[in-house]
């Protein structure tokens, strides 16, 4: 077992900002993402092919995928994929990325049924899609798992709880209830150029980032991304009756009590406040990430082992969870997330404390 | 006409109905959005359009007929009507003697259905062959579209160009048997050679029925051009002088290198056909079609300007060069989606530019406007089906806003996400104050990033504190599935309106109007209705 802080994982990449230097934040109801880039040297668009066209898949038992990569190129499998099919068979899900090389095939006997008492098995389909966000710390928590099929199940159950969707065993259940909602979901959020990866907030707090291995790979999972999985967090929140934040008004109250300028140059002013309040808070919350560092452990299960390939490896650390998919101490792949109970409040203290042991001097007389 | 029949009861749902029916008649396009697929979109046009009808048969008519309604909609809003029994429906606006009786009904479909013409014909033909599949064939729609289609002046050109679309119409409106009696008929009377209609009165009457009623012309160019549409024509004789089309369409059949006048598209179908004479030469091989295609592409003299517009980029492809006329390009969405994929060319810049002073809307209600105009990715539309398309109705709307108010300024959103509210601040600190906006336009598609309702909340404060008045309009280029196929709103203090041209900007603003006395805007639309110069056939009498 080895380590990996966050900063290393991350690195390269910024958040994106408008031309006044604020972070760009979009949001939706008590939900926010901040898009991260990064250099063009730091894409590999030519070097992976699309995972959503250049795979298929199929399985012989339960609780496994095999992927078959049709290319000529690699394939990093973004995390936790489903296959979701109209074929009579049962519908799986993956635990975690994965890498495929070119024109080879890779079995995953890690992976998990999402479709309770259906039975049959799939082949040669392309019928993806992802798995939503709030599952992922239960998925991520399966991975090495082969015995059984039922991996998944757990996760899906919580799902089908938060989600009111009363989903048992079938993911596809979940879908069928949001799709139409999920799709006007995507409608909220625009990928910006030279995407590389994606940090979500929820009432403030980081919730999940994830880090693609391109621009290119960015753009080809971005809807996939928006609408599957973080779309749940969307419609917990509207099941919560979360609402949009008001900063705008609240900056405006604020400077009024205190400036007597022309209206407009206080509309103005209450802009840039607001728009600098945001990008602090958001500042704020990827600071306190700064400070951790993961237990990484090598992820073998389906990985393909040889010496030049990448490797995967799962994170954990207090409060989160994750992936990554690593070369030469390059990331080509960055999935993490919060684990549901974890209050971010306690790595403050923590990090408070730990800020306080750097601070005293060693003993001495 | 007998004064509306409107209830004061009825008059508050009407109004809010005719508003929003308004809002989708400009904005409601088939194709996809940046959000949403083509069958989300249709879907939710025909239920708009369902509703409408049911709280009152006129109203879909009323608002087809306005100028600015989408060929979707008219289209949309005349398969309804058609698949309805004439009698069918409610009819709580207009006086049912008036309607009925007095042929309004029939002045509304035909002014409506002369509103898609202006859309183009194949937008009136996809009707046509929408009504073959939903198996729509009463006496009234029967009339209507051999009205219509033996009415065109140019039928020569369009029996060529649309010859399997047509032909498919009038075999579903005459009927499979019908069909062949008179296409038999047609065979017969060229043989006799004569100018005047020869046979039983019986076939007589049929003749008349049928075409001759509809047709502006003697009957034995009517057979011709039945027979071509119906593939019937060997051995039938098209000279220059009498079909110069067909004339030409009959030597490409044999030689394609010389033709000049046959549509591209008609030229490629007859040469990728094995059975052409020249298909061996010509078409056998992928370098033999590009040098075909290029050929083609030079020697055809047909196609019009727009379409030519629409082709630079394959032009160029084929390695042809061919000099358009930008500036007797109508369409300005061909214009705008050149310039995105190739480059804005000086050329295209002043074409652009002198279509928009074209377009410009004379009597302007607004003087000193402000415009925001949204750039961000959304407004792209669906990468597949309508790429660019917003974003070129929005930046020619906004165009022909400057060209139309004696004073515009323009402020355009600079991130890649959409931040309206920091471009509405923008425009606010750039307003001259000794010329002050009268109005402020807004376009987008309404989709805000920043935070949904931010823009909201600048301008209820701004609107609060300044007890400013003036309107503000959001101008969308889509509507949206979600939203019923209306307009995705910014915000209460806006004023929304969906456009697919700028020519539907004006009626709408128009029709913000009647909110004030709806029940005049209504009688008036009424009657412009029964002024509309409009029969369902050209000729009256023929005689045989």
């Known amino acids: 077992m080895n380590t990996r802080d966050f900063t290393e994982l991350l690195k390269g990449c910024r958040p994106v900002k408008d031309r006044d230097g604020n972070i760009i934040v979009q949001s939706i109801m008590n939900m926010q993402i901040v898009c991260l880039t990064t250099d063009k040297e730091y894409s590999l668009d030519s070097r992976f092919a699309n995972p959503l066209t250049s795979l298929t898949s199929g399985n012989r038992s339960y609780g496994q995928i095999s992927f078959t990569n049709k290319e000529n190129k690699e394939v990093i499998l973004p995390a936790q994929m489903a296959v979701m099919t109209k074929q009579s068979a049962q519908n799986h899900g993956m635990v975690k990325a994965g890498y495929v090389e070119p024109k080879a095939q890779t079995t995953y006997h890690d992976a998990g049924c999402v479709q309770g008492g259906q039975t049959g098995y799939f082949r040669g389909t392309q019928e993806f899609r992802m798995i939503p966000v709030t599952m992922r710390e239960m998925l991520f928590d399966a991975v090495g798992k082969t015995s059984g099929h039922g991996n998944i199940y757990p996760a899906i159950q919580k799902l089908g709880q938060d989600t009111q969707s009363g989903a048992g065993n079938y993911l596809d259940v979940y879908f069928n209830k949001y799709d139409k909602k999920l799709e006007q979901f995507i409608a909220h959020f625009e990928r910006p150029k030279n995407l590389i990866g994606i940090i979500v907030l929820i009432d403030g707090e980081i919730v999940a980032v994830d880090k693609f291995p391109s621009f290119t790979y960015a753009e080809q999972v971005w809807d996939l991304m928006i609408r599957d999985c973080y779309g749940a967090l969307a419609i917990i929140s509207e099941l919560k009756h979360k609402s949009n934040m008001n900063e705008f008004t609240q900056a405006y109250e604020d400077l009024k009590r205190s400036h007597r300028e022309n209206i407009v140059d206080l509309l103005e002013r209450a802009m840039k406040r607001a728009k600098e309040k945001v990008t602090a808070s958001v500042q704020e919350k990827i600071q306190e990430l700064l400070d951790l560092t993961f237990d990484a452990t090598l992820d073998t299960e389906g990985q393909p082992s040889g010496a030049r390939v990448p490797k995967s490896y799962v994170l954990k650390t207090e409060g989160y969870v994750g992936q990554v998919i690593t070369e030469n101490e390059f990331n080509h792949l960055v999935s993490v997330v919060k684990r549901d109970r974890f209050d971010p409040n306690a790595l403050r203290d923590l990090n408070e404390l730990r800020k306080k042991a750097r601070k005293q001097e060693r003993f001495g007389l | ?544």
Not at chain 2, 75 to 102: H, M, R
Not at chain 2, 416 to 423: F, M
């Open chain 2, 1 to 544: 006409m007998e004064k509306l029949v409107l209830t004061q009861k009825m008059l508050v749902s009407v109004k809010q109905s005719l508003i929003d029916g308004l809002t989708i008649a400009s904005g409601a396009k088939s194709s996809a959005t940046y959000y949403h697929k083509k069958d989300e979109q249709m879907k939710a046009i025909q239920t708009q359009i369902k509703n409408l009808y049911k709280l009152s048969k006129e109203l879909p008519l009323i608002i087809a007929s306005q100028k600015g309604a989408t060929g979707r909609f008219v289209s949309e809003v005349l398969l309804n009507e058609f698949k309805q029994t004439q009698k069918g429906g409610a009819c709580n606006i207009v006086n049912p003697i008036d309607w009925y009786d007095n042929g309004l009904s029939d002045k509304a479909v035909l002014t409506a259905l002369n509103n898609l013409g202006e859309n183009g014909l194949p937008y009136v033909l996809r009707l046509f062959v929408d009504l073959k599949d939903a198996k729509v064939n009463n006496e009234r729609t029967r009339k209507i579209v051999l009205g219509f289609i033996w009415g065109q002046d140019n039928l020569e050109f369009y029996a060529m160009k649309y010859r399997n679309k047509i032909a498919q119409i009038l075999r579903h409106t005459y009927g499979v048997k019908k069909t062949s009696i008179l296409l038999t008929i047609a065979q017969k009377q060229i043989n006799i050679h004569g100018a005047n209609l020869v046979g039983t009165q019986k076939e007589i009457g049929i003749v008349n029925d049928a075409i001759l009623k509809y047709f502006n012309g003697d009957s034995i160019r009517a057979f011709k051009l039945l027979l071509f549409l119906f593939k019937k024509d060997d051995g039938v004789n098209y000279s220059e002088a009498e079909f110069p089309l067909l004339s030409e369409y009959q030597k490409a059949k044999v030689n394609i290198t010389e033709v000049r006048n046959v549509p591209e598209e008609v030229l490629l179908g007859l040469i990728s056909s094995v059975r052409h004479p020249q298909y061996h030469t010509m078409w056998a091989t992928d370098l033999q079609k590009e040098a075909t295609k290029a050929m083609i592409r030079k020697n055809v003299k047909v196609t019009s300007v727009n379409q030519q517009v629409r082709q630079t980029k394959s032009t160029a492809k084929l390695g042809v060069t061919k000099t358009v006329n930008l500036e007797q390009a109508t369409d300005y969405l061909a214009l705008y989606k050149t310039g995105y994929e190739t480059t804005f060319t000086p050329e295209l810049r002043v074409a652009i530019n002198k279509l928009a002073e074209k377009k410009k809307i004379n009597g302007f209600f607004y003087k000193s406007i402000g415009v925001v105009l949204d750039d961000s990715a959304s407004m792209t539309g669906n990468k597949n089906e309508s790429k660019n398309t917003p974003r070129a109705i929005a930046d020619f709307t906004a165009k022909v806003l400057g060209k139309s108010a004696d004073c515009a300024t323009f402020v355009k959103t600079q991130d890649e996400t959409t931040d309206i509210a920091t471009s509405f601040i923008e425009l606010l600190k750039s307003e001259n104050t000794a010329n002050p906006y009268d109005a402020i336009f807004i376009l987008t598609d309404g989709y805000e990033n920043a935070y949904d309702g931010l823009t909201n909340e600048v301008i209820q404060i701004w609107k609060a504190e300044t007890g400013s008045q003036i309107p503000i309009f959001q101008i969308s280029p889509i509507t949206s599935a979600e939203m019923g196929a209306n307009v995705r709103n910014l915000g209460s203090g806006v004023v929304t309106m969906a456009i697919n041209n700028p020519a539907a900007l004006q009626p709408q603003i128009t029709a913000r109007l009647l909110e004030i006395d709806t029940k005049r805007w209504l009688e008036n639309q009424v009657l412009a209705l029964e002024a509309a110069p409009v029969k369902r056939t050209k000729k009256i009498s023929v005689n045989v």
